[in-house]
């Protein structure tokens, strides 16, 4: 989360600046990128975990003796 902590901080500092372009270091991108494709990564494997692990209830509903 550093690298993304970082990206935002910057990107706030250029805004107050009224910058228009961003720059960063290669090493900064590239522990950007995999941060992030690290947190597209759990997320994915979450959710398949929760679709495997939803429970489905199946509820039946006699009338017995009614008439």
């Given at each position: 989360?550093?690298?993304?902590?970082?990206?935002?901080?910057k990107?706030?500092?250029?805004?107050?600046?009224?910058?228009?372009?961003?720059?960063?270091?290669?090493?900064?991108a590239?522990?950007?990128?995999?941060?992030?494709?690290?947190?597209?990564a759990?997320?994915?494997?979450?959710?398949?975990?929760?679709?495997?692990?939803?429970?489905?209830?199946?509820?039946?509903?006699?009338?017995?003796?009614?008439?």
């Open positions: 989360m550093m690298h993304i902590k970082k990206f935002i901080d990107i706030s500092a250029m805004e107050s600046k009224q910058n228009k372009d961003v720059v960063i270091p290669m090493q900064e590239r522990g950007l990128r995999d941060e992030v494709t690290k947190l597209l759990d997320l994915y494997e979450r959710n398949l975990e929760k679709d495997k692990t939803e429970e489905v209830l199946k509820v039946e509903i006699t009338g017995g003796s009614f008439k």
